[in-house]
């Protein structure tokens, strides 16, 4: 019971996984339904899963199913892939079949489980493929032979471990406006998929809480490390600021927190403009200050001159008369 619990936990991850397979897509022909298969497995025993391949064309589609790996992005150990990669686990019935124009068509998944399956997360992918004779597809037509996938997703019994770390926080440690980009890769030591989510807080630098930046659930395979990324969407922004990621994941709801990081967001151009427009205030005040007081002193000195002329005059009235 306690794995099914984990499992149902675990499975709400795979809603945002991003593992570039359609389920269902207006490039394709067909459709399929679920897009997602899940279950938990018990060593030596076979579980069936229907789901349903449609036909969303008007004439009829010859198909054929094929069964493969788990396709993902992210880097994963090639013994560790094969671990989990349980494509030769599984039988698809019927494999060929022909959907007449929107026909719907059962499909049994039957998942044989060898008596030493690795305790875990396992996974594969069925793909359903359009049989179109390539003569009969044309450049604008090509799409209707793009092939489908169920991405499907089990636990075995037995030993279940989750465990997982958060390796790097990377913020630019210095930019002059927002937004600002936030990345930081979660490693995954356990033994079934996670989804870690949580957010990325921000602090001035007088430590007190400035946002609080939620990261995207993604899930992150056994044995594999994933990128996580989200941003501070704020565009004006200055000043010095502290971050740190906290995320949950697992059954248990278990926390793990990055190391601190710190960055500045200063928006050098616009300051530089600023302080460029007030030196040259402080110039042409400074200009035009002297220019006033050079005004001052010229007008003061010609009013002493016009004075001591006026005294000169006065002092001096018999000579002046003498000389008439």
Not at 12 to 27: E, F, I, Y
Not at 133 to 141: K, V
Not at 288 to 294: A, D, Q, T
């Amino acid at each position: 019971m306690e794995k099914v619990i984990i499992l149902i936990i675990i499975s709400l991850g795979w809603l945002a996984w991003q593992s570039g397979v359609l389920a269902q897509t207006n490039q394709s022909s067909l459709g399929v339904s679920p897009a997602i298969i899940e279950g938990v497995l018990t060593p030596g025993q076979t579980q069936q899963t229907k789901i349903y391949v449609f036909n969303v064309t008007n004439f009829p589609v010859p198909v054929k199913a094929n069964i493969g790996n788990l396709v993902v992005t992210q880097k994963i150990d090639t013994q560790d892939k094969s671990i989990f990669d349980i494509s030769s686990w599984i039988k698809v019935e019927p494999s060929d079949f022909i959907l007449q124009p929107k026909e719907k068509k059962e499909i049994v998944i039957s998942v044989k489980t060898p008596a030493k399956a690795e305790p875990g997360g396992h996974y594969a992918t069925i793909y359903f493929q359009p049989l179109f004779p390539q003569e009969a597809l044309t450049q604008d037509t090509t799409y209707l032979a793009a092939k489908v996938g169920v991405l499907g997703f089990y636990i075995v019994k037995g030993q279940i471990t989750e465990a997982a770390s958060i390796t790097s926080l990377t913020i630019p440690s210095f930019q002059s406006f927002g937004p600002v980009p936030i990345s930081l890769n979660v490693k995954n030591s356990g033994n079934v998929h996670i989804l870690p989510a949580g957010k990325v807080t921000i602090r001035d630098v007088f430590g007190r809480v400035v946002t609080e930046v939620p990261i995207k659930p993604l899930t992150v395979l056994p044995q594999t490390e994933r990128e996580l990324t989200s941003s501070w969407e704020q565009k004006l922004i200055l000043g010095k600021f502290t971050a740190q990621a906290n995320l949950v994941y697992g059954s248990n709801l278990e926390n793990i927190s990055s190391p601190v990081v710190n960055f500045w967001v200063v928006p050098v151009l616009p300051i530089f403009i600023i302080l460029v427009l007030l030196i040259s205030l402080i110039i042409f005040f400074i200009v035009i200050w002297k220019r006033f007081l050079l005004s001052i002193k010229i007008l003061f000195s010609k009013e002493e001159v016009i004075v001591l002329k006026k005294l000169k005059v006065n002092k001096n009235p018999k000579r002046g008369g003498e000389k008439i």
